[in-house]
């Protein structure tokens, strides 16, 4: 991991949302489709309009993995997502949380 996956932790608020609302728009084989897979463009307009207040913006990283098992999951699995943690929480300050079947 570069540190370029994490640099939109460190601009503001309005930033980051500006720069979401510039990206949220992607073409597929000529279709156009959204890349929000929840809340849609207006959501995040108004977040915009809330945030322009200079509200300071928090983060927080989800992994969603359903056909993952806590007690089950190989120790190449719980490595790696040690070192996502701990890089996450050491160069930019985001907790990572880890969402698993049971």
């Known amino acids: 991991m570069g540190s370029a996956q994490i640099h939109w932790k460190h601009k503001n608020g309005k930033e980051f949302i500006n720069h979401l609302l510039r990206r949220e728009n992607k073409t597929r084989s000529g279709a156009s489709c959204s890349r929000l897979e929840k809340g849609t463009h207006q ?56 969402i698993s079947s049971s």
């Open 43 to 98: 959501d995040l307009t108004k977040m915009l309009n809330i945030i322009k207040n200079e509200i300071p913006v928090e983060f927080e990283i989800y992994i969603v993995q359903p056909g993952l098992s806590k007690a089950n999951a190989s120790e190449d699995i719980l490595t790696l997502l040690a070192v996502t943690d701990t890089y996450m929480k050491e160069f930019a300050d985001i907790n990572l949380k880890v």
